[in-house]
């Protein structure tokens, strides 16, 4: 399964447990396995209810 949000959410907005749901197809963004690591991550772009979230949704810091 794939991670959707549950409602819409705003760009600036950080990812908290209550946003997220899972369903189904896999494979059509950020998978449902991987939830912990998207939690109190901050979207760098609008999402809508339903909508997939994808990596390019989230700022993920650069490693050096």
Same mark, same amino acid.
């Given at each position: 399964k794939t991670l959707s949000v549950n409602k819409d959410?705003?760009?600036g907005k950080f990812i908290d447990l209550n946003d997220l749901e899972?369903? /189904?197809?896999a494979n059509m963004g950020? $998978?449902?396995y991987e939830y912990k690591s998207v939690i109190g991550k /901050?979207?760098?772009?609008?999402?809508? $209810?339903?909508?997939f979230l994808t990596k390019s949704h989230l700022k993920w810091k650069k490693l050096q």
């Open positions: 959410l705003c760009k899972s369903k /189904k197809p950020v $998978s449902s /901050k979207l760098i772009k609008n999402i809508k $209810s339903g909508e």
